[in-house]
C-alpha cells in the first residue's frame, strides 16, 4: 500500500470486522483511502472509506453537510468529508479502519489507468485532521465506532506478529 493512494478491499475484511462484534453492511464496491500509517506497525495503515456524491439523494447530502457544519470542537464535524477524487467524493472518516496489505483486492485507478493517489494538500490535511481526532477518540473510548476500530486494529496487528516469528 502506498500511504495516500486508493485501494479496495477483500470480503475477508469485512467478515473480519463482523467476527470481532464490529459492523460492515456496506454492499458496495467502495473504495478506501490509506492515509497514515500507523505508530503500532509499519505494515498498518488507517483507511476511510470513499463514496460517489451522485449516489446521494438531497436528504441523505443534508445529513452529511448537517454533520460537517457542526461547531468544530463537536467530535461529529468530523465525521465526513466532501472532496475530489476521481470523481466528486464523500469520505466517511467516522467509518475509518486499520488495514494490512493481506486485506487489500485491488488498486482504485485514475482514468488513465494507473493506481489513483490523492496529491491535493488542502485535501490531505483535512482528511488526517479529522481521521487524527477520530483516531484520538477512539483511544480513550475503545470501539465507539460501530466497526470496532480498537478490537480491529488488535486483531491485525497480532497477525502481522504471527506473520513476523513464522
Known sequence: MK?????????????????????WNDKKKRPI??????REHPDL???VP??????????????IESYMNK????????????????????????DAI??????????????NDTPYIIKNPVLLENLNYKLNRILNFEATNHNYFR??????KESLIKELEAEKDS
Open 3 to 23: 500511504q495516500n493512494g486508493m485501494y479496495y478491499i477483500k470480503d475477508e475484511f469485512k467478515q473480519l470486522v463482523r467476527s470481532l462484534g464490529g459492523e
Open 33 to 38: 483511502v490509506c492515509l497514515i500509517q500507523s
Open 45 to 47: 495503515y488507517w483507511a
Open 50 to 63: 470513499v463514496g460517489k456524491v451522485n449516489h446521494r439523494d438531497s436528504k441523505a447530502m443534508e445529513r
Open 71 to 94: 461547531p468544530n470542537r463537536d467530535l461529529r464535524s468530523c465525521y465526513y468529508h466532501l472532496g475530489r477524487t476521481t470523481s466528486k467524493s464523500i469520505f466517511f472518516i467516522s
Open 98 to 111: 486499520p488495514i494490512t496489505d493481506k486485506y487489500i483486492l485491488s488498486e482504485h485507478l485514475a482514468s
Open 147 to 152: 466497526q470496532h476500530i480498537t478490537d480491529v
